[in-house]
């Protein structure tokens, strides 16, 4: 059984992270690139959502007996594969784990493209995921998100 607290923490969690991408964003690339704190404001808040979502495809995963990924992008796989989210979603995720290793890395400063296309619709997708997983968990009358 997934853990409703466990869960809670990180819907909260992941709310703030995303609320603080929101905050710092630019409505253009030169906007950010101009803005050198708002780019490590947005680079380490991305990062950190990816990893409550990865952190959450992880416990799935373990909680229900799934095979154990080699990897944080194959997490999001196993949750495809059990239908928990689509297939389209399970890629752009593992995609938005490749750009979290870029970050913790300290790769992404050389373009801000990738950065700025996290802050827009890489949230979006991230909140996807909350409410995939909370459709999936409240059908069987698990937890919810809390945005």
Request: hydrophobic share 45%; aromatic share 6%.
């Amino acid at each position: 059984m997934v853990n409703k607290n466990l869960l809670a923490i990180k819907w909260a969690e992941l709310s703030r992270r995303l609320e603080q991408v929101r905050k710092h964003r630019k409505p253009t690339l030169e906007g950010l690139a101009a803005d050198r704190d708002a780019t490590e404001l947005i680079a380490f808040n991305v990062m950190l959502a990816v990893q409550v979502c990865s952190d959450v495809a992880n416990h799935l995963v373990m909680d229900e007996g799934w095979p154990t990924p080699r990897s944080a992008g194959e997490a999001f796989t196993r949750l495809a594969e059990h239908g928990v989210i689509d297939r389209a979603l399970a890629d752009q995720l593992r995609r938005a784990v490749g750009f979290r290793n870029l970050v913790v890395h300290g790769y992404a400063g050389v373009d801000l493209a990738p950065l700025e296309r996290a802050a827009s619709q890489g949230v979006d997708e991230l909140e996807s995921f909350a409410r995939a997983v909370a459709a999936w968990a409240q059908g069987r009358g698990e937890a919810e998100p809390q945005h």
